[in-house]
């Protein structure tokens, strides 16, 4: 199996490109193609959080889905452990969900309505190996009551739960195989706030007890702050910069972070805040892409060097990497 040497990382995604092809005509030829991750290289450490922020639309739960191989990605190499996965065949495939899950958006429709919670959760076991049917139901037990649910739980079906219990069940369902890496899409978006911290408190109690590592992809930028280690900010398939969390959040380099940063709600409303960042125009189709900065057309500093030239990710401050010609120069920290 080919290799690499040690990165130090427990996953190294390099030059991640993913495009869906749009096909018309009468022979179904390919048109056009939407593309929706371009050239994104991340790097996640063994028990680090990773989040992953952005606009809807932006590519982050494409990218995420592509380093599982859900998606096949158009190119790049995603390398888990030294190996490179991509070159693993279907056997190989199979053998490393055990150690690479998902905890997907939605908590009802990611659940098989017709099944109970202990088949839910067993059967990733059944696939694996556990063809004992008692041995099954005692790690579904195990698992249900690290997730904080009971006994009589197991016989019951998905429509007979709340929301933030079926989050619970896909959690179990996720860590039934002990994985090191697991990606959070969207895992709290579609809960209630209250319900929201309950589960980011479980995700982070789990991670310490299991030494887990997450990839957590979200749009809201409140959550990421709690629970992520570092931070990456996506733009229309690309990241424009990466940073360690309290660094960005304390002093962002990029207009585009500026301007989420902004966004972001204030608990006290007798807290002062500076001018809201208003962007001008939509997002642009990833099908048709703009030339030079991809932010540009929206970007309050943009020069005529952006409209023409794609800026490289470069390490602005230690540890701080930007997408930005004028990264630092523009806009204050101090609005936020």
């Known amino acids: 199996m080919p290799d690499v040497p040690n990165s130090g990382a427990l996953l190294d995604a390099r030059n991640i490109v993913k495009h869906f092809p749009i096909r018309g005509g009468v022979l179904l030829k390919q048109i056009a193609a939407v593309k929706a991750v371009e050239d994104v290289s991340l790097k996640i450490n063994e028990g680090e959080t990773l989040g992953l922020v952005g606009e809807s639309g932006c590519g982050k739960t494409t990218f995420g889905r592509a380093i599982l191989r859900l998606e096949e990605p158009t190119a790049g190499e995603v390398y888990f452990e030294n190996e490179n996965i991509l070159t693993y065949d ?17 908590p009802f429709s990611s659940l098989n309505p ?35 649910l009971r006994k009589e739980h197991m016989r019951r079906y998905p429509h007979q739960f709340s929301g933030g219990q079926r989050q619970r069940i896909g959690v179990a369902r996720a860590l039934a195989l002990h994985p090191k890496l697991v990606v959070c899409d969207e895992a709290v978006s579609a809960l209630d706030v209250s319900i929201q911290a309950q589960v980011i408190n479980l995700l982070k109690e789990l991670q310490d007890d299991f030494g887990l590592t997450y990839l957590f ?6 959550v990421v702050e709690h629970v992520s280690d570092r931070v990456a900010v996506m733009y229309l398939g690309k990241i424009v910069e990466i940073a360690p969390s309290k660094t960005l959040y304390k002093n962002p380099l990029h207009p585009y972070t500026q301007a989420l940063l902004s966004a972001v709600p204030i608990p006290d409303p007798s807290v002062p805040r500076a001018n809201r960042i208003i962007l001008k125009g939509d ?25 023409q030239n794609e800026p490289a990710l470069n390490e602005i401050n230690p540890n701080h990497f930007a997408a930005c010609f004028f990264a630092g120069q523009v806009g204050s920290q101090k609005q936020f």
């Open 114 to 148: 017709r099944k109970t919670v202990s088949h839910i959760v067993g059967e990733p076991l059944l696939i694996h190996g556990v063809k004992n049917r008692a041995q099954r139901d005692e790690r579904v037990l195990d698992l249900l009551s690290v997730v904080g």
């Open 283 to 307: 997002v642009p189709s990833p099908i048709d892409p703009p030339p030079g900065c991809s932010f540009h057309p929206r970007c309050l500093y943009a020069r005529e060097t952006c409209r």
């Open 217 to 222: 992809i979200s749009h809201d930028l409140s």
């Open 90 to 106: 279907h056997r190989q495939m199979r053998a490393l969900r055990k150690k690479m899950q998902i905890i997907f958006q939605d």
